[in-house]
DNA sequence: TTTATTTGCGATAACGTTTTCGTTAAATAG
DNA sequence: CTATTTAACGAAAACGTTATCGCAAATAAA
């Protein structure tokens, strides 16, 4: 059923057909209201490849993201789904598994007008940044939420990374913590080094010592990061604070504690971004930073949206800074002493 | 940059290049590897919607879902990925948040040829099938899994619901319950009511008093859902042993359990279809019944391209299965006689 | 040499929309 | 009563591909 056949059965042209339905002031109320009968009656759809061909839009939003079985990519999803929703978008997923040559080869594939917009949050492993300087160079509507690339101009939705980490040190020195390690993703990426420089400047205040031995690298699959932290717990001087930038570290971090039998938070104390559910379900409890994930992904969307829709393109903050909140539980419950 | 422009690069017809792009046999080796070589040097990308146009097909399918932040669609939707990055198929997204509602509206909008095929899972409060014997009367590749209609005629991958349901009953049974409540989601889904039949032959089989006031269908939202767990476990005659049909209902009976003072297991014994990761490090650990939502995202995107590129259609088995795994923790540990 | 066949390429017609322009008839203005 | 505008519609040209032909020239077969 196209547009070519409903008007054969109007006895009208293509064009007042195609005008009625977009609902033209062309057309009389009448006609109108006949078109959109019959179109309801044969159940016609217009077709979106040949609207997207000659419009050159496409209603559609593109997301590419590291992973989707996360607790935090997980409501973002949500919440650009639900802005998409809303103004009628189409939303295509592209997971690059941390993998930047699949963060480049989807940004590639981009570049062809598929997606009117990209929302995107960078690879653990993503170190240059060309692929993206490409897009910028297309034009292509691009918002950044969480992980960005802070030297490309685009819009990024971030939460307070640099204070969120002061705050969770903090909290860490306040329940006795005398020797923290900082669980990091990557060396790289402006996000892992902004939680870095929060712990370390947190450090510094309380006059705690930092070591580069207290700091870790966790790249690769499950099983390296595992290792790390086994070898990171059990050294003669193991930390008494463990501080996770991401979530899966810290439930690493907790298998890792259980394997050795080292008691959370008596031995040491845990805390993590996290939006995991089951925080206040784990044994123990673990205490979060917890971004503010729904909102974050609304935030991008509608961004996105006002790119474009090419509305006061210009006048968009450069970055939109949503806060975390600290929730306090029993990983890192001050202990009795000894 | 398009065909035109690149051919008038080479001083070729468009028709020429285009061939020579799709590797035709009708072009010299000689003139494929220039066109190649300058469309690469152009970044010549093919618009997708006129090629998805003319060729009536989209490359392009759709996941329709309830949710994304769950630990069984998550892992699908990698299982999907996957298979559609190895076939170059793009994976549009649709999360109907359990609302038939916007389950028929995505259906609709899916008539249009948007995607050459579909992947489902009903959402709770599906009850007619309308919507999807349309999808069906329109030849629209549909492949179900895990929460199917059984009266649509498509293939449908899913897992041994009764059977799991029987062991996990039984496993209830084995460490000592004498009492247990089955946690449904859906009055009408079906795979719900295999899960339920499960339980209620397992009760059978062991000479269990079954009880309607046992079975609840926890419907609404994370508060109703509570509510009526919370009504459940404050009986005189409270149950010993719960059996969640999904993870979420899990979750809420460990918040209720820990609400009401209930120890898990010894006060009641909990076990449930879940996909947590986090399931080992709860408190206490909730044995699961797990199932393969990986392999059943592969299986399902790999039967529906099967139907897209027609080879063998009417060969397709009309239901895959794939096991689940129960795997036995703290939760529903034998409690020591009082 | 003549006749077939193959090789390599170009013109052109779709695919189903949207949109710009005409074109007519009726309504309004002068 | 003419001149001009407006209202309502249709014809046709895009949008960027792909695929079916057609047509030479080159090669092979007779």
Redesign the interface.
Known sequence: MNLKQLAKELSLSISTVSKALRDSHEISIATKKKVLAKAKEL?Y??????S??RKQK?K?IAVVIP?????FF??V??GI?SIA?EKGY??????THEDMQ?EVAFT??L????ADGILMSLAEQTTDTLHLE?LKERDIPLVFFDRVADNIDVPKIITDDFNSSVNATQHLIDNGCKRIAFLSISETLSISNKRLNGYLEACKTNHIKTDNNLVLYCTGDDQAKKDLIRKLLSRKNRPDGIFASVEKLA?CA??IC?ELKLNIPDDVKVISFSN???A??????LTTITQPAFAMGREAAATLFKLVEKKGHHFLQERTVINSTLVARNSTRLSAPK
């Open positions: 159940n759809q217009a077709n979106p490849y040949a997207s061909l496409s559609t992973e989707v079985v996360n607790d997980g409501p999803i949500n789904e929703q189409h939303v295509l997923i592209y997971l699949k590639n594939i570049q062809n007008g598929r490409a439930l907790y298998e259980e995991l559910k089951t206040s379900l784990l044994n123990p409890s």
